[in-house]
């Protein structure tokens, strides 16, 4: 394995200018206001990630969750998914989602497109059901440490790891691996990234993971 490259999910694989997956879900399950402010708050630094899985998840109590993964075939994603992971594959990169987006989320992109995963929050779920609980929570430092942990895994160091990103929540892992790119980034984002890209082709990032991984031998 060469290198593994992290990727964010809402605001990176998620098209740009949609809701967030959270609110994108919330929004089937008839609480988008709430689940949507909640996550304004965090983007403000008001809330923790923590606090805002706990809002969203009340929400899901009593839906099944085969209801939920069928659900996901509809959220709107950038195009070039498929060729980027291909890309990586073909480099003999590892392709890994770091995300605050729920486990059902990336366990089912993980499925559709071909990533590795890296954990998590988790929902509840008990006999084919939500329970509306929070089983694991998560922070943007556990999404740090858990994709680090991947890479260890597989002896990689932090420096030879790439990662792709749009907001606070990748800051700590932008901090410690070798390139960034800001994807359709915040302000935030952009100004610590080694790279800052805007588009609706996430095929238009490879260059750029290319000339990070040409500054550093793996």
């Given at each position: 394995?060469?290198?593994?490259?992290?990727?964010?999910?809402?605001?990176t694989?998620?098209?740009?200018?949609?809701?967030?997956?959270?609110?994108?879900?919330?929004?089937?399950?008839?609480d988008?206001?709430?689940?949507?402010?909640?996550?304004?708050?965090?983007?403000?630094?008001?809330?923790?990630?923590?606090?805002?899985?706990?809002?969203?998840?009340?929400?899901?109590?009593?839906?099944?969750?085969?209801?939920?993964d069928?659900?996901?075939?509809?959220?709107?994603?950038?195009?070039?998914?498929?060729?980027?992971?291909?890309?990586?594959?073909?480099?003999?990169?590892l392709?890994?989602?770091?995300?605050?987006?729920?486990?059902?989320?990336?366990?089912?992109?993980?499925?559709?497109?071909?990533?590795?995963?890296?954990?998590?929050?988790?929902?509840?779920?008990?006999?084919?059901?939500?329970?509306?609980?929070?089983?694991?929570?998560?922070?943007?430092?556990?999404?740090?440490?858990?994709?680090?942990?991947?890479?260890?895994?597989?002896?990689?160091?932090?420096?030879?790891?790439l990662?792709?990103?749009?907001?606070r929540?990748h800051?700590?892992?932008?901090?410690?691996?070798?390139?960034?790119?800001?994807?359709?980034?915040?302000?935030?984002?952009?100004?610590?990234?080694?790279?800052?890209?805007?588009?609706?082709?996430?095929?238009?990032?490879?260059?750029?993971?290319?000339?990070?991984?040409?500054?550093?031998?793996?």
């Amino acid at each position: 394995m060469g290198r593994v490259v992290f990727f964010d999910v809402d605001g990176t694989l998620r098209a740009a200018g949609t809701p967030s997956t959270g609110a994108f879900l919330a929004g089937r399950k008839g609480d988008f206001e709430r689940v949507a402010a909640a996550e304004s708050a965090y983007a403000r630094g008001e809330m923790t990630n923590q606090q805002v899985s706990d809002v969203d998840a009340t929400g899901f109590a009593g839906l099944p969750t085969a209801r939920v993964d069928v659900w996901l075939d509809e959220l709107p994603l950038i195009g070039g998914i498929d060729v980027v992971v291909g890309h990586c594959r073909q480099r003999d990169w590892l392709p890994v989602l770091a995300s605050l987006a729920w486990t059902a989320v990336t366990e089912h992109l993980a499925r559709r497109f071909g990533f590795a995963l890296s954990g998590g929050p988790e929902l509840e779920a008990v006999e084919g059901r939500y329970t509306g609980r929070v089983l694991t929570p998560w922070d943007e430092h556990d999404k740090r440490d858990a994709a680090l942990a991947v890479a260890a895994e597989h002896g990689i160091s932090p420096s030879a790891c790439l990662a792709v990103g749009d907001s606070r929540s990748h800051l700590p892992l932008f901090a410690v691996v070798g390139g960034s790119v800001a994807l359709n980034a915040s302000a935030a984002c952009a100004a610590v990234a080694s790279r800052s890209l805007v588009t609706q082709d996430l095929a238009d990032v490879i260059p750029l993971l290319e000339a990070l991984a040409a500054r550093s031998a793996p």
